[in-house]
């Protein structure tokens, strides 16, 4: 499993960013994805996720945080996974991990190395 996040930065309060991560290694059109965060100081936050229905489709997530502002998307002819984040605050400030997940669960099973978004004027 290899997981690269990209996109990441730095960006004003009220900007926005959008993250990318790319997957190789299993299988991405049918694997459940999370975006989870850690802010300096701060255990890991579960951001958000797509999982997989009983049908083979998909449904997303989000943690109270971020509902409203950040919207979780996948490519799967690009194995790529995005998470677009608008509205940013201070508190949105952390390195930010894709993880692919356990099949029929929200347990992480493995991340990337993440990247590091800040937030500041």
């Known amino acids: 499993v290899q997981l690269v996040e990209s996109g990441g930065g730095l960006v004003q309060p009220g900007g926005s960013l959008r993250l990318s991560c790319v997957a190789s290694?299993?299988?991405?059109?049918?694997?459940?994805m999370s975006w989870v965060r850690r802010a300096p100081g701060k255990g890991l936050e579960w951001v958000s996720g797509?999982?997989?229905?009983?049908?083979?489709?998909?449904?997303?997530r989000y943690a109270d945080s971020v509902k409203g502002r950040f919207t979780i998307s996948r490519d799967n002819a690009k194995n790529t996974l995005y998470l677009e984040m608008n509205s940013l605050t201070a508190e949105d400030a952390a390195v930010y991990y894709c993880a692919v997940l356990i099949p029929g669960t929200w347990f992480l099973r493995s991340w990337g190395q993440g990247t590091q978004v800040t937030v500041s004027s």
């Open positions: 290694g299993f299988t991405f059109s049918s694997s459940g």
């Open positions: 797509i999982g997989i229905t009983l049908d083979d489709g998909y449904y997303t």
